[in-house]
């Protein structure tokens, strides 16, 4: 990958950080929470600076290894009742606040782009809306939990609309790494998420932001289920 400009990394980096900072904040300053994504992140760091990932015509794919512990650990919380009680615990808030992470990434994936590290479909220039989620969730926190003057179907849908915006960019993400399974970006592949750091994008700020709007919404959904489907105001 050519050399990129040491802010990217940087920002990247600080990012993850601030995600990590923000999940801390929403499961109520749980050290077990931040021990297991440092587990983790460190983990996969080591992985990708060793090459690990890099070696993209194996069956099975090795980004599978960055992708499914996340994804069943998240089935399993939900899945459980001691994991349930876990979400149901957590400050929707926090997690709704927690998507402005999204607005640094969508531009270290811009820069990227410029330096061929990533194709233009996974930019906001191509097929990645996800920006807008990142900037309308300082709003939405506001007005819907500083403020509570946004109701419970307008969060929902909120959250609903952004999941989309999600599973859009990932899905063209993951189909534009040079795998036996690409189906795009092949002029110019999605080769920066084999690197470190940027293996934390699909490894962690992914499912952390996956797990966000999913514990809202369970909670939201919740909410109203008990008040007989009124709409209630506020967080």
């Known amino acids: 990958m050519e050399k990129l400009p040491v802010f990217v ?56 290894l960055l992708i499914l512990p996340p994804l069943l650990l998240i089935t399993g919380l939900f899945g459980s009742s001691k994991g349930r009680y876990f979400v149901n615990r957590l400050n929707p808030a926090i997690l709704t606040l927690l998507h402005v992470v999204r607005v640094p990434v969508e531009l270290v994936l811009f820069w990227l782009f410029v330096r061929g590290a990533v194709p233009e479909l996974m930019t906001f220039e191509g097929r990645n809306f996800d920006i807008l989620t990142g900037l309308s969730a300082p709003v ?40 036996p399974f690409q189906q795009f970006g092949f002029e110019q592949p999605n080769i920066a998420l084999l690197y470190f750091p940027y293996v934390a994008l699909p490894g962690f700020i992914v499912p952390v932001v996956l797990f966000s709007h999913l514990a809202t919404l369970r909670q939201l959904l919740g909410q109203q289920a008990a008040t007989g489907g009124r709409v209630v105001q506020g967080a």
């Not at 600080?14 to 499961?27: C, N, R």
């Not at 506001?142 to 599973?167: Q, R």
């Open 9 to 64: 990394p940087i920002v990247f980096s600080l990012t993850t950080l601030l995600a990590l900072w923000l999940l801390y904040q929403a499961t109520l300053r749980s050290k077990a929470v931040v021990l297991v994504a440092a587990v983790w992140l460190v983990g996969q760091s080591a992985l990708a600076l060793s090459g690990f990932y890099l070696i993209t015509d194996s069956l099975p794919p090795r980004m599978l």
């Open 140 to 179: 939405v926190y506001y007005f819907g939990y500083v403020k509570g003057k946004l109701p419970k179907y307008v969060l929902v849908g909120w959250n609903l609309l952004c999941l989309g915006l999600l599973f859009n960019i990932v899905i063209h993400g993951i189909l534009s790494v040079p795998t």
